[in-house]
């Protein structure tokens, strides 16, 4: 079995691609697939874009839930929702500007996708134990 070593840039570039599909998904400045529906764009590349994100966002949930499971997931999103809280606390956003909010949101997001497809990876090196899918025969 080929060994994949695991690393921070790995690490870096699970976290680009889950930005990317989190940003061209929506992002408050329009320029986004939500954005797409205001604009005189046709409906085919509409469409044809939504399948490619579609296609990210199972990829990315589907790995995401695998490796970190239900009290995962519930964790990552209270240990990123505390963050969040901490940057309001210590007056770095404000409540009161919804767009930075929503950009705040959105990263949060790719961290948890990003924390996600690499957990597996994590948990391998710390505890020495593989995931597996389970495969019926």
Same mark, same amino acid.
């Given at each position: &079995?080929?060994?994949? %070593? *695991?690393?921070?840039?790995? *690490?870096?570039?699970?976290?680009? *691609? +889950? &930005?990317?599909?989190?940003?061209?998904?929506?992002?408050?400045?329009?320029? !986004?697939? $939500?954005?797409?529906?205001?604009?005189?764009?046709? &409906?085919? @590349?509409? +469409?044809? !874009?939504?399948?490619?994100?579609?296609?990210?966002?199972?990829?990315?949930?589907?790995?995401?839930?695998?490796?970190?499971?239900? #009290?995962?997931? #519930?964790?990552? +999103?209270?240990?990123?929702?505390?963050?969040?809280?901490?940057?309001?606390?210590?007056?770095?956003?404000?409540? %009161?500007?919804?767009?930075?909010?929503?950009?705040?949101?959105?990263? $949060?997001?790719?961290?948890?996708?990003?924390?996600?497809?690499?957990?597996?990876? #994590?948990?391998?090196? #710390? !505890?020495?134990? @593989? %995931?597996? %899918?389970?495969?019926?025969?």
């Amino acid at each position: &079995m080929a060994r994949i %070593d *695991f690393n921070f840039v790995s *690490f870096l570039l699970r976290l680009l *691609f +889950a &930005m990317a599909l989190v940003f061209l998904t929506y992002n408050p400045s329009g320029y !986004s697939w $939500v954005g797409l529906f205001g604009n005189e764009v046709e &409906m085919v @590349y509409i +469409a044809a !874009s939504g399948i490619v994100l579609l296609i990210g966002w199972i990829m990315f949930l589907r790995a995401t839930w695998n490796s970190l499971g239900a #009290v995962g997931m #519930v964790l990552a +999103a209270a240990f990123f929702g505390i963050f969040i809280w901490l940057l309001v606390h210590w007056e770095i956003i404000n409540l %009161d500007n919804p767009t930075a909010i929503t950009w705040v949101v959105l990263i $949060v997001l790719s961290f948890v996708l990003a924390v996600g497809m690499s957990w597996s990876h #994590v948990r391998r090196r #710390v !505890s020495g134990q @593989y %995931d597996t %899918d389970e495969i019926e025969g």
